[in-house]
């Protein structure tokens, strides 16, 4: 019954245009901020989809490294009972530090980062080679796959240029003076076998050689390296094997999950996606202060309607009620709008691809993500922005004194 008052009044004429045109004005408000809400929260989550991507093609599931200093030890005993924890498809060795990368008159200090076999199959840059071929070569012929903003500041074709490229590595340890440039610093010389394209904060950094060159170049025991990095076979249960090869390898060992890895970049992400939507949130707020126009003129508008209902028997909360659910009506009506509109716009962008996007990205337009959560969330942000905006006019309109005249 308080639903059918709703309707009757929301539909009908009134005697002051003002409250028609006040209602729609607000209707229009929710559907645009509803609307606006939506895209940008799937914006985002597009966005973290796209980073999470390039990120995953380069950091693994779960990498193992040391808690202090920049090497561990870890015995072919405990790899082998690493690789029988459950839920682990495979592991590579690497070992990784900064080096001087010399070519043909051309430097730039770089991170070699030496691999084993199994990397290309637990990493994602063998499938992101832009030129040439993921090869690697041994300790006797080193070969070298270069991100391709290396190769562009070098100048190095990386799959045509015949010169070797000279790679100089800081050793450090028991018997090494650091001021001994003779003995502290390394040179060795490597082919450039193809080039990676991923992302620049990959392209422009690292540089892959195979493992045991690396291990030679900086003076390392056949049992040390820098990282295990780890696939599992179902990346949800990355937390659960972290804890298995965290009980298994001791305090002295970090094991990370990929969004421990990065975890100031993805934090930072998702805090930027809640800020975005506390200030929109403000654009539905603002649209409520309408809605309290509205309800309110409709109120002065009803005065008559509210005597005859309270002298048929009706009381305060039966009055409250009609008036919140005429309020409830325009934020459904305009949140259903903006729903439908923002599922318009997700699509065209994705189909159309409307809006570009600026940058060096594997994709030129922003990417979207409707999360079903994110319609919920800005749904229950509507009715309860719409609860508190009508509440006001309803109690107004409520407690409004019962007049009998004769």
């Known amino acids: ?54 990120y995953s093609a380069f950091y693994t599931d779960i990498r193992i490294s040391a808690v202090n200093g920049k090497f561990i030890s870890v015995s072919n005993d405990k790899l082998y009972q690493l690789k029988l924890l459950k ?14 990368l010399q070519y043909n008159g051309n430097q730039q200090i770089v991170v070699l980062k030496g691999v084993d076999s199994n990397y290309r199959n637990i990493s994602g840059i063998s499938q992101n080679i832009s030129k040439g071929s993921f090869e690697l070569g041994d300790a006797v012929h080193p070969a070298a796959v270069f991100g391709s903003g290396v190769a562009s500041m070098l100048n190095l074709e990386s799959d045509r240029s015949i010169l070797p490229v000279l790679a100089y590595v800081f050793r450090s340890g028991p018997g090494i003076n650091p001021a001994d440039l003779n003995s502290s610093v390394h040179a060795e010389e490597m082919i450039s076998s193809g080039s ?18 690396m291990q030679g170049m900086l003076g390392l025991d056949s049992n040390q390296y820098s990282a295990v990095e780890i696939q599992c076979g179902i990346a949800s249960k990355a937390n659960e094997i972290k804890k298995q090869a965290q009980a298994l390898l001791g305090p002295g060992y970090k094991v990370q999950t990929r969004y421990e890895q990065n975890q100031t970049l993805f934090s930072v992400m998702r805090m930027e996606k809640w800020v975005i939507y506390a200030v929109l949130t403000l654009i539905l707020i603002v649209a409520a202060f309408n809605m309290v126009g509205a309800l309110t003129m409709l109120v002065l508008e009803k005065k008559k309607d509210i005597q005859v209902l309270k002298a048929m028997g009706a009381n305060d909360l039966y009055i409250q009620r009609i008036f919140l659910n ?18 318009i716009a997700c699509w065209l962008q994705v189909k159309f691809k409307l809006v570009p996007l600026q940058g060096n990205f594997l994709i030129d337009y922003y990417p979207v993500k ?37």
């Open 87 to 100: 839920g682990i498809s495979a592991y590579s060795l690497t070992i990784e530090d900064k080096a001087l």
């Open 370 to 406: 409707i999360i079903p959560g994110d319609l919920l969330l800005v749904g229950g942000t509507i009715l309860i922005v719409a609860l508190l905006a009508s509440w006001l006019p309803s109690r107004k309109a409520a407690m409004q004194a019962f007049e009998l005249k004769t």
């Open 326 to 343: 005429e309020g409830l009506l325009l934020a459904i009506l305009g949140g259903a709008g903006g729903i439908l509109l923002a599922l």
């Open 196 to 213: 990676f394209k991923i992302q620049q904060d990959f392209d422009n950094k690292y540089v892959l050689t195979n493992l045991h060159f």
């Open 1 to 54: 019954m308080n639903f059918l008052f709703t309707w009757r009044y929301f539909k009908a004429k009134k005697s002051t245009n003002a409250v028609n045109i006040i209602s729609w004005v607000s209707i229009s408000a929710i559907t645009l901020g509803t609307a606006s809400l939506i895209v940008v929260l799937s914006v985002f989550n597009g966005l973290e989809q796209l980073v999470q991507s390039l």
